[in-house]
């Protein structure tokens, strides 16, 4: 599908990260003065949410939501009418997953002229979030990135592979953005990495954690205070019983607030014998994900989900939220967590409808044979008199 995907990419030249996070601060300090100046001018908000992104996709700065809700909501109050608001209200709602409010976001700034190529661009993300029609999606994806060849869309045509379990064609796609990127900012390759670990560690049927490893390692050395990648590397290097390693990669990225980061850590304390600091550490991660929960529920479900479903001790909790996940995008994924969520909380009832409903959505794509669901049997069908 995707020809001479070069598998051996050259390293990216790149600003170095640690000066590149503290720009990103610096810039969005400045950004923000500039829209409560003249929030209505043209380009301000746009780099605000871009910004924002940035700043708790990498650095793990979870209020980032919170000032993106306020922005959209301060536009409509200025500017309810416009194409322009109700697009930036659309690319807020989706960033924290409330994705039925996207929609109908999206579909008023398409019916006031918001550009064709903008609203196309956010309906294919927010499809490809909720798991619709992957295989016509594909052929769009494939389609734009044959117009463009960026990086801004080899990546999600790699996220989708994956999604569909072509997992060689996802390595190439990630592969190429690499060799398409002409920017030096460390942010976006620093995430193809880790989307290259995400691949390799989470994504295929028998994980390969070695090659995951040196993909969320190079992540870090491109970005040293990127988070996610610091989480995923120690959740290996723990497992692999290097439990010092695991703490060193950690404690950097606690002062972020991303409640992960303190169960992980918990976790990695616990081993190393301090059960004082891992029951303070696992407290300090149920109160973050709750006061996520509170504010941004469908954002975060899937995360806290799998925190109850583990060090935090609470499989009703964790069943209740995968329930949330699964009713908000009913991906492959959320039915996976979904019904092991319900396996654990002892609702076998409930563990086969989701079963059920996960092999009518999603039994006849290729991506099912590569889950989960698919080795368990399906509920032997009840004896009925003649």
Not at 80 to 93: F, G, K, N, W
Not at 255 to 274: M, N, T, Y
Request: proline fraction near 6%.
């Amino acid at each position: 599908m995707i020809a001479d995907a070069d598998l051996a990419t050259a390293p990216v030249q790149a600003t170095d990260g640690v000066i590149a996070a503290i720009n990103l601060r610096s810039t969005l300090a400045q950004s923000w003065n500039r829209f409560w100046q003249a929030p209505l001018r043209a380009g301000i908000a746009e780099g605000l949410i871009e910004q924002e992104q940035l700043i708790a996709q990498f650095l793990g700065d979870l209020d980032a939501c919170d000032r993106l809700e306020q922005l959209a909501g301060h536009l409509l109050r200025l500017d309810p009418d416009s194409a322009r608001t109700a697009l930036i209200e659309a690319q807020v709602a989706a960033s924290t997953h409330r994705f039925a409010h996207a929609r109908e976001c999206l579909a008023r700034a398409t019916e006031r002229g918001c550009p064709a190529l903008a609203s196309d661009r956010l309906a294919m993300s927010i499809d490809q979030a909720c798991g619709v029609l992957p295989e016509a999606l594909l052929e769009r994806r494939l389609r734009l990135v044959g117009q463009s060849g960026r990086l801004e869309d080899w990546v999600p045509l790699g996220s989708l592979l994956s999604d569909l379990g072509d997992f060689d064609e996802a390595e190439r796609a990630y592969c190429r953005a690499l060799g398409a990127y002409r920017d030096v900012s460390p942010f976006a390759v620093a995430w193809v990495c880790f989307l290259l670990g995400v691949l390799w560690g989470e994504r295929v049927p028998e994980p390969q954690l070695t090659r995951a490893a040196r993909w969320y390692a190079k992540a870090i050395e491109y970005l040293p205070g990127y988070v996610k990648a610091r989480v995923h590397l120690a959740e290996i290097r723990s497992a692999e019983g290097r439990g010092a390693r695991a703490r060193a990669l950690l404690l950097p990225a606690l002062a972020s607030g991303d409640p992960e980061v303190s169960w992980r850590l918990a976790d990695v304390e616990l081993a190393l014998g301090r059960p004082a600091e891992a029951q303070a550490l696992a407290e300090a991660a149920r109160s973050g994900f709750e006061r996520l929960l509170a504010r941004h529920p469908l954002a975060f479900a899937d995360h806290a989900a799998e925190f109850y479903a583990g060090s935090g001790g609470d499989a009703r909790r964790a069943f209740e939220l995968t329930g949330i996940d699964l009713a908000n995008r009913p991906t492959l994924r959320a039915f996976e967590r979904a019904h092991a969520a319900a396996i654990q909380a002892g609702e076998a009832p409930q563990a086969a409808s989701i079963l059920a409903a996960a092999r009518q959505r999603w039994g006849s794509t290729p991506a099912f044979r590569h889950s989960p669901l698919a080795a368990v049997p399906p509920p032997p069908e009840a004896d009925h008199a003649d």
